[in-house]
T-cell receptor, first 111, second 114 residues
Framework: DAKTTQPPSMDCAEGRAANLPCNHS???????VYWYRQIHSQGPQYIIH???NNETNEMASLIITEDRKSSTLILPHATLRDTAVYYC????????????FGKGTRLSVIA | DTGVSQNPRHKITKRGQNVTFRCDPI?????LYWYRQTLGQGPEFLTY????????KSRLLSDRFSAERPKGSFSTLEIQRTEQGDSAMYLC????????????FGPGTRLTVL
């Protein structure tokens, strides 16, 4: 079972920041937080991951609380192409463990 | 395109028939995963290969399901005696040997069992 809790859906205006929350209160010390997204009719796509520090890449920023029990994925300037289901996943970094997906958050970016 | 490819993209079959799907991972990726996704749900893990060895199988992988990766490159997933409940998107993903946090997913094969 997924170890994360996410809101089922969110809306965001185009050009604004999208902030997607995730609760993972039972996360273990060796588990990372991963975010993937799935655009309609495509396979999931990796976005970002982190252990305890905030992370940023060309796609998004990941903010992890100090107690690591929750995190927020930030898309700084959402576009219509960011409309997708976003999955927050906790997983130990071993390089080979399967991903355990929950139902994710369906983000709708509105023009 | 050097991404993960899956064939066919769509398959419609009648209940009781056998179907086989193929996944071609990214070249040099030694780990390969199969997932199943039903409508409105996130993908669920089915099985995992490291090279040609099948290292882990989910309880979702009933005895009607079999997966192979004979030469450590492409993989096939066969479903025998299909049932309507097998209707789903079947996703394949691959990762390189070490040092990558990312699983690269293919576009999936959508199976419809009538």
């Amino acid at each position: 079972d997924a170890k994360t809790t996410q809101p089922p859906s969110m809306d965001c205006a185009e050009g604004r920041a999208a902030n997607l929350p995730c609760n993972h209160s039972t996360i273990s010390g060796n588990e990372y937080v991963y975010w993937y997204r799935q655009i309609h009719s495509q396979g999931p796509q990796y976005i970002i991951h982190g252990l305890k520090n905030n992370e940023t890449n060309e796609m998004a920023s990941l903010i992890i609380t100090e107690d690591r029990k929750s995190s927020t994925l930030i898309l700084p300037h959402a576009t219509l192409r960011d409309t997708a289901v976003y999955y927050c996943i906790v997983r130990p970094y071993s390089g080979n463990t399967p991903l355990v997906f929950g139902k994710g958050t369906r983000l709708s970016v509105i023009a | 395109d050097t991404g993960v490819s899956q064939n066919p993209r769509h398959k419609i079959t009648k209940r009781g028939q056998n179907v086989t799907f193929r996944c071609d991972p990214i070249s040099e990726h030694n780990r390969l995963y199969w997932y199943r996704q039903t409508l409105g749900q996130g993908p669920e893990f089915l099985t995992y290969f490291q090279n040609e060895a099948q290292l882990e199988k989910s309880r979702l992988l009933s005895d009607r399901f079999s997966a192979e990766r004979p030469k450590g490159s492409f993989s096939t997933l066969e479903i025998q005696r299909t049932e309507q409940g097998d209707s789903a998107m079947y996703l394949c993903a691959s990762t390189p040997r070490t040092g990558s946090h990312e699983q690269f997913f293919g576009p999936g094969t959508r199976l419809t069992v009538l």
